[in-house]
């Protein structure tokens, strides 16, 4: 028993200490990476990473080594970048050799490398092309986008009404609303709020965004290559994912089965003749894969970050009641109490614009960004990063970056105006990110942003629960995602 057990003591120690040399050759070989915390054997710094606060751990770790650094997950090199000059530097300057992306673990087995967000080279190339094509020129001879915003927040007032002053919550009012505007452009029509399935929807797509940024999806984003192997709550995400994307597999048989080539009626029809042009290309990328997993990321992009947005942008009108009662006096003086607010009096409107701005940045919605992976060997402030390495571009550092915002920490419209009250552009306005990744649907979401807005101000006054200064505006879950916290409130007719 003895010899036995000396014998497991031997090779578990030898074990070990082969794990080490590897693990020590491989640092030696990545020896031109920017500097960060020792890591350890297989489990890297999971000492200096606490998985349910990850943006805090790497914020920390930024006030010890700088802007630009390297952190472990597991046995993954992460290259992490702050501030506005170490993003915009790798983003922008450097925007071919950075414009790789790396996808979340925890998205990895719905994406798997297809649909515009998460692929590469060729693939990346002519999706992103196409979609952009297909968003910009939309209108297809019948409702522009900006129509399709304007008579959709016309039903959301409606649906505002109905609730007569009294308290509600208005997560999945407004998930239906803004959800409706990019399912107009994919499905070529909208739902009705009380359609069961429609709300399912609407349900999974919260759960989904909530759990991608739980303590579970950060301890697996992290140590993924363990825990693949094992179930747990680290699998919901994918469950909930694959609900949306069969429920987007039916839409488009049901295209393709009344489908007319000279009269397309939203993306699905668009990309059908386009798989139809290209059948016979051996190099094209129209297929039923990348049209399904393109349409879920324009459908999950184009409901939850713009809805959030307008979750945290509420609150934060009830917490300052003052900017609430300049929008209405700007919105009064420009647009008026009879016709329907649009996107040229965005130009006319300083202090809303500002407004819509701050909301975007202090709300922080994506505070590290999707990852990002340099496509080749490249050079970047004297260190070596080699092809593949992962890099986070931490946007919620620009966002606050001290040298950018007059307040970087404090809500104030201020940072976005000038002496003069006029609209005062920042470059380190990057919600959306930067470069070559850019969101796909920035336009769309400032548009939507703008027009949900003021329509809604422009008819009600928000009516809070509690007092101002007793409104927590502290997000619920903070991972990949700041989720906005759950709240209640009145609306009241002006």
Sequence with gaps: MEVSSAVTLFLVTYFCFLVAISFKKKLTQRGQLPPG??????????????????????????????PVFTVYFG?????VLCGHDAVKEALIDKADEFSGRKTNPTLERTFQGFGEAFSN??????????????????????????????????????????????????????SRAVSNVICSIVFGDRFDYEDKEFQSLMEMMNNSFRKMSDTWAQFYDIYANFLKYFPGPHTQVYDILEEMRLFIARRVKQNQQTFDPNCPRDFIDCFLIQMEKEKDNPATEFNIKNLELTTLNLFFAGTETVSSTLRYGFLLMMKYPEVQAKMHEEIDRVIGRSRVPNIEDRSQMPYTDAVIHEVQRVSDLIPMGLAHMVMRDTKFRGYLIPQGTEIYPMLSTVLHDPTKFKTPNSFNPENFLDENGRFLKNDAFVPFSSGKRICLGEALARMEL????????????????????DIDTTPQESGFANIPPFYQFCIVPR
């Design 121 to 174: 080279g060729a693939r990346w190339k002519q999706l992103r092309r196409f979609s952009l094509t297909i968003l910009r020129n939309f209108g297809m001879g019948k409702k522009s986008i900006e129509e399709r915003i304007q008579e959709e927040a016309q039903f959301l007032l409606e649906e505002f009404r109905k609730t007569k002053g009294k308290p509600f919550d208005p997560t999945y009012f407004f």
């Design 75 to 79: 046995s993954r090199p992460i290259v």
């Design 37 to 66: 915390p020792t890591p350890l054997p297989l489990i890297g710094n999971f000492f200096q990473i606490k998985s349910s606060e990850t943006l805090k751990s790497l914020l920390k770790l930024r006030d010890k080594y700088g």
């Design 450 to 469: 703008f027009l949900f807005f003021t329509t809604i101000l422009q008819t009600f006054r928000l009516k809070p629960l509690v007092a101002p200064q």
